[in-house]
């Protein structure tokens, strides 16, 4: 340890009876102390201090690190590990320092930009660029790892005036679409046609200019619209207007019309905020965006704070971005908070949890990530052991830059999370992604989701009937809709999710909202559905086309069979599963719908092989349940709505999305009002805050 003497003395100034105190500042010293007159200018050396403070047998109380205003440039990780730990009752804080504005950047700033002089690299650019584009050296900011073009984790990106610029494309928006498919092996999946070899036809005579580029990729949906994958090309061919890839080979194959766009390519960078890395010679090229360059950074670390094994450590008020990879990770210990921050512009996600207890991400905003949010996964399913992690009132919203599927704003896996009162909108792809057992979904706001995508829903589960005990209550699901292949869902059980409760949600404009696929034991109850298209939706997938997934020896009974469903405790708190056997279980048997209302667009999309197996119940359907104001999307009901006569329960609407606390300061301006309405109404996104104090 660099710094391992700390004197007695030392320790009473930042020490108080309530415990101790650490400053760091941007003009503060290593060798100082550590006190607020003589701060330190590092969190590493911080770190050190606190370690050793933790480690003095006669010291007590909580230990603050308070950071001062100003952007801090991490040289490295600031690791967290068991000795860094506090307690339930005395906890370790690092957070900023009187609601200064704190920046955590794993990034380096960029400069020495000049005019490009190079005529060869002026011949490859569009002459529209020629006079725009300026080229720096990226060495001479201290880079020399280039990471990589499309690995998750390792890709280096470019930052300017807080936000991500563009990675040299074309088309400049939307998608390119395959004329056909070439490739010579031909493959049909679900009676649709394809080809499992990456070769197609192109129209148009832009990928001409590319011949010569060293490393040009495509980002495409290359059969399926929910399936996503970025692929080098190996070869193109203007003479048959053909792009062969290299493999591996997308895992579903390709086929005709489908959608793609090329990436990595100077000879299109061609518009503001583009921008194009010759990692042979270290020179980056850019075309700044129209407000200028104020600020132009590169991604370096890939995370900025990890926590392993680390105890009762709260993360609070800071600006986290800049990131190749994840910004905070946590695994196993307990108790870790990260809450009132800022997180944007990172590579991967905002947080991730594994393994541990008791970790909650609270009142963030998290934006711009290059893939998910918030991953929370821990818990035993074997003997059903919750681990009790949650993300709680935050704001997350354009989210999954790069890998545009299955990079959820919040993910769980395990058994028993939360996620709660959260502010979801703004993405390709899904919004809430579920495996495992028991956790609780509520009060969330969700919209504008699924927006680039098909055969998708904003919440998703599927494929396992023991992944059961799962809660879907009191979350608002407005405007979603997706435009690819079979389009999107709000709750989506896929393939055969069972023993899941969607209970007291309000659905507006969403789809199909209430989607059964093939599932057993699941409760839809006391919902409000209004213009979705159809309000709920059940089938009997598992005695048709996915029979070969639920026959026995299949990937559902391999499932079934890695759990212990027979005995306690899983057999006594999921009596169904337990007998699911001796039933006939590709059936969707056992299913609710009871209580519901449903008006305007469609009530019910039922397969005639599911209806044995539903049970209908107190439905107000098509009829004037008398809203207090619909018009304003207040769905609560007036003291003389029918549906009070057939059970119907309040939803408390009120208390859905975010609200402010001791780590959410503000609501965003997009926020919906207290009476239960919204104030969305299709708005653009408003900009993140600043973090909380």
Not at 98 to 124: C, N, P
Not at 309 to 337: D, F, M, P
Not at 398 to 425: D, E, K
Not at 634 to 652: E, H, M, T, V, Y
Request: one cysteine or more; proline letters at 6%.
């Amino acid at each position: 340890m660099k710094h391992s003497i700390l004197t007695m003395a030392a320790w009473l100034c930042v020490a108080t009876a309530a415990g101790a105190d650490f400053y760091v500042a941007t003009d503060g010293n290593d060798d100082h102390p550590g006190t607020e007159a003589q701060p330190f200018a590092t969190l590493q050396r911080a770190r050190d201090a606190v370690r050793q403070w933790l480690a003095a047998a006669d010291t007590g109380g909580p230990v603050t690190v308070q950071v001062r205003g100003g952007v801090y440039e991490l040289p490295e990780t600031l690791a967290l590990t068991a000795e860094d730990s506090g307690t339930q009752d005395a906890p370790v804080v690092w957070r900023n320092h009187a609601s200064e504005r704190v920046a955590l950047s794993g990034g380096r700033r960029v400069g020495g930009f000049e005019r490009v002089t190079d005529q060869d690299i002026l011949q490859r650019l569009p002459e529209t660029a020629r006079g725009n584009v300026l080229q720096a050296d990226v060495r001479a900011a201290g880079i020399v790892d280039f990471g990589e073009v499309a690995a998750a984790g390792k890709r280096i990106e470019l930052f300017c005036n807080d936000r991500p610029m563009t990675l040299a494309r074309w088309p400049n928006e939307g998608f390119a679409r395959i004329v056909d498919v070439t490739g010579g092996k031909p493959i049909k999946i679900h009676g649709i046609p394809g080809d499992a070899i990456g070769k197609f036809v192109y129209a148009e005579d832009q990928p001409a200019r590319w011949i010569g580029e060293p490393d040009v990729w495509l980002s495409g949906y290359w059969f399926w619209d929910w399936s996503d994958g970025r692929q080098h090309v190996r070869s193109i061919d203007p003479a048959t207007r053909t792009i062969e890839l290299e493999p591996p080979d997308h895992n579903y194959g390709y086929r005709k019309g489908q959608r793609y766009y090329a990436f990595n390519v100077l000879a299109e960078l061609d518009s503001p905020g583009e921008w194009y890395l010759d990692r042979q010679r270290g020179l980056l090229y850019f075309w700044p965006p129209e407000d200028g360059l104020d600020d132009a950074v590169l991604s370096v670390l890939p995370t900025l704070i990890s926590l392993k094994h680390a105890s009762w450590i709260t993360v609070r008020g800071l600006l986290l971005e800049n990131t190749r990879a994840t910004a905070v990770t946590i695994a196993e210990g307990e108790g870790v908070r990260v809450g009132g921050c800022l997180v944007r512009n990172v590579g991967g996600g905002g947080v991730a949890i594994s393994g541990g207890a008791n970790h909650g991400v609270i009142g963030c905003d998290i934006t711009q990530t290059g893939e998910g949010g918030v991953s929370l996964h821990g818990g035993d399913r074997a003997t059903l052991t919750p681990a009790g992690h949650f993300a709680e009132n935050n704001h997350i919203h354009h989210y999954a830059r790069l890998q545009r599927t299955y990079r959820p704003a919040v993910g769980l896996g395990g058994v028993g999370n939360r996620v709660s009162h959260n502010l979801i909108h703004d993405a390709p792809h899904n919004a809430i992604q579920l495996s495992g057992n028991e956790h609780v979904i509520d009060f969330n706001e969700i919209h504008r989701v699924c927006q680039e995508t098909g055969d998708v829903g904003a919440y998703y589960m599927g494929r396992d009937w023991t992944m059961r005990g799962n809660r879907i209550r009191h979350n608002y699901f407005h405007e979603i809709s997706g435009p690819g292949l079979h389009g999107a869902m709000a709750v989506y059980l896929d393939d055969a999710a069972s023993g899941t409760t969607v209970v007291g949600n309000v659905f507006y404009r969403a789809s199909r909202a209430a989607f059964i696929g093939g599932g057993r034991d699941n409760v839809i109850e006391n919902n409000v559905f209004v213009e979705c298209r159809p309000s709920v939706h059940v089938d009997a997938r598992g005695l048709g086309w996915m029979h070969a997934t639920v026959a026995p020896g299949g990937l559902m009974h391999q499932r079934l069979a890695a759990m212990p469903y027979q005995q306690p405790p899983w057999s006594t708190r999921y009596p169904e599963l337990a007998r699911i056997l001796e039933e006939n279980p590709p059936a969707p048997h056992g299913n609710r719908v009871v209580r519901n209302i449903s008006v305007g667009g469609t009530w019910l999309n039922l397969e005639k092989a599911a209806e044995p197996g539903v049970t209908f119940e107190n439905n107000l359907v098509d009829q004037d349940p008398h809203f207090v104001d619909a018009d304003q999307r207040n769905f609560q009901l007036r003291p003389d709505s029918p549906a009070w006569q057939l059970g119907f329960q309040k939803i408390p609407v009120e208390q859905i999305g975010l609200r402010e606390d001791e780590w959410r300061q503000a609501r965003p301006a997009e926020r919906r009002p207290r009476d239960g309405t919204s104030a969305t109404r299709g708005r653009a996104a408003s900009p993140a805050p600043t973090p909380a104090s």
